[in-house]
């Protein structure tokens, strides 16, 4: 099981980037996957997740209305949509397979390597 997150990059506050989570050598649609991340000397936090089918969404409080998940099968890939980002949103982002969401409370099966994400003017 591989997962290879991208994506991230440097973006002004208010800007959007969008994150990729594409997995190999295992069908995607048969796990939740999750977003967590982790900012300079702060604990991984649970940012978002999506079960399989049917697609259900979930967010922490702190990004809920900015940030959006979704997932394509054809592709293999989950995406996190990061819109009107704050520089508190500044951290190593990383994608992870889970048995199912359940909140703050998912826990990964498979974790992806990281992607950098910077928020600064």
């Known amino acids: 099981v591989q997962l290879q997150a991208s994506g991230g990059g440097l973006v002004q506050p208010g800007g959007s980037l969008r994150l990729s989570c594409a997995a190999s050598?295992?069908?995607?649609?048969?796990?939740?996957i999750a977003w967590f991340r982790q900012a300079p000397g702060k604990e991984r936090e649970w940012v978002s997740c999506?079960?399989?089918?049917?697609?259900?969404?979930e967010y922490a409080d702190s990004v809920k209305g900015r940030f959006t998940i979704s997932r394509r099968n054809a592709k293999n890939t989950v995406y996190l949509q990061m819109d009107s980002l704050k520089s508190e949103d500044t951290a190593v982002y990383y994608c992870?397979?889970?048995?199912?969401?359940?909140?703050?409370?998912?826990?990964?099966?498979?974790w992806g390597q990281g992607t950098q994400v910077t928020v600064s003017s």
């Open positions: 999506i079960s399989g089918s049917p697609a259900s969404t």
């Open positions: 992870a397979a889970t048995a199912g969401c359940a909140g703050s409370n998912t826990v990964p099966v498979y």
């Open positions: 050598r295992f069908a995607l649609d048969y796990y939740a």
